[in-house]
């Protein structure tokens, strides 16, 4: 019975048959271990992709095959291992199916294949017997592996699946080494394997075309991990201001606008039912990106000034809504719209890392003339509810002379000299919120602020509405991008006033200047930890707060450069890249040059192998083997054998030749240099080699 035959079904659990310490004793663990190890591995690089259901259920099933698990289950079970383990197999895959399914929701879609892939992974780890299931399982396990990068090709998933397919690697060379119970060799074995393959991976990442995907798959992500919703009412924004988490990253080709400016819309709401705000379904207007050379009438009515052009780097969100600074205008990107709201639309929900550009225009203007359905639209309200506030608008307006300006400073004044504040603990809120708000609690952040605001302009006539997105942000530790966090996430209104069209009015700023001026950072560090609520909780909140945003602001950096550099080395980059450096100009030349570069690696890949296994010969036997030569041209019994000592040889010629004293003299010059501890220097060579060369080759 072979070792890992032995451990797979139990019979051997000790693990003293390996030697040493530390790493050394890792690396001298059993094939059959590594096979386990590098399973672990494999599974945590997908720890935060995977149902968390599935993946604690395929860990376990790894962590089940213990020899000494085994060895208890087959003394429970009687001798009947297999036939237990067979029947846990069929259990777990048909139930995990289903519960795939049943989470999902669907038969297709990335996470559906990749869940799917990962429990077959884990089910066929309960029939790990022989070496060739082992080598099944590394096989299957690398697809796995591969297909963590379908998910997500962030730097923190390479930094997981390079020691996992390290371990994968080791596990083979194990497999080819059962028997060495010190580990001795394997890390060289492994070097001499992964080394010579990073030369030829950057010549492939240089040089090989980057191809648009054929197709693309949605994924069936169960929740949004935007920080902006999809509706609003006081209170969706409480939790999210406080996250550090990066929303996406923005790239200016100019001077980008000051931080007050920076209004990144990606919703806008116009219905409210007296609690939540939603989206219209009354909108209308879409401009597609296949349509880019054929606006629409609402886009041409548009008055701009001049624009800066910039790039986003978007976190998924599993949503369709995309951010731009107001008002974008369509940019050539496959799969991309824009709405007649001028809010950017993904025709897919955002499942990877996106990459669009667009471009901020000062002093734009749009919609200066407002149909009625979308007058229609900004203006209505509930009937009843939140009586108070409307009575107070109408009050209001009539003060102001019905002036829309001189009534939207009116509402300014009330709300700045009123007792107004800005928190990110706001009181909780019942049925009338409007007037519960603004005659009650005044305590409350920018969708309490923007919320109440857009009804006193609807309450009078104004049309208005509510745009969410993120407000902001923070220039990044390189000092060139701009990050911006869920914490950063904001509402603000939008009224429209006869001549000027749509116009942002912030009623936050009112309150709060500094959270417009400075940024969610700079308003949290400012308030400490009485911006997240009062006693131990709100101190724990901040302090985790602080430290959060030190850490991902560090991480952040660092994955934006692998993004820019590696995972957005696109077909531009590459060719303005290829261009500049080689003047290649075509796909022939590039693949040319590739092929090359290949050839090359692997050429000067076997010289070195030739070499390194290429006998190396001490200066005194060389002169001797080129006499064994000599001798082999006129008699080949002469000739020295492959294992015959030099001076062993020398005595068998001299009974052909017959020079003893020269035969003598050679001998005593090779043992003296050859095996003492002198240095050999040049003349002693030379003279060693004129004492063999007077030798006669023939008997």
Known sequence: MT????????????????????FAKILALPAYHWVMLSALLIMLVHITTLPVWLFVVVTASILLQKPTIKAAIDGHGKGRLKKTQQIIKAIMFFVGAGGIYLYFGKLLGVDVAVSFLVLCFGTKFWELYQKRDA???LNLGLFVLGSAFLMSQGLKVVLLALPALMAVMMTFIALSDENNNTGQGRLRALLMVALPAVPLLLVLFMFFPRLPPLWSLPMAGKTATTGVSDSMSPGDFSNLSQSTELAFRVEFDGQPPSRQEMYWRGLVFSDFDGVTWTQS??????????????PPEWIKSVQIGDFTPYKVILEPTEQNWLFALEYPTLRPKRGIGLTSEFVLRSYFPVSTQLHYESAYYQQSRTDLNLDELQRHINLRLPNQGNSQSRAFAEQLFAQSNQDPVRYIESVKAYISTQGFSYTLSPPVLQNHRIDEFLFGTKAGFCEHYASSFAFLMRAVGIPARVVVGYQGGELGRDGQSWEVRQMDAHAWTEVWLAGEGWVRIDPTAFVSSERIDEGMGAVAQTGGASMFGEGIAGQWSYQQFKLLQTLRRYSDQINYYWQRDVVGYDQDKQQNALFKWFNIKNLAQQFFMM?????VLVGLFLVIMYQKRKKRHH?????????????????????RGMSEPYLAWLDRINHAINQPDEIDKIKSTYRRWRYGNENITKQVSDEFQALVKKLPSKT
């Open 619 to 639: 200066v005194l036997d060389l002169p001797l083997i080129s006499l064994s030569k000599r001798f082999a041209k006129h008699d080949p019994s002469l000739a």
């Open 281 to 294: 379904e009354l909108a209308q207007g879409f401009w597609s990106s296949s349509d880019i050379n054929n």
């Open 595 to 599: 092929s090359g570069l290949v050839l």
């Open 3 to 22: 070792t890992f035959l032995e451990y797979s079904l139990g019979k051997r659990t000790a693990s003293t048959q390996f030697v040493g310490s530390g």
């Open 135 to 137: 080598y099944v399982c």
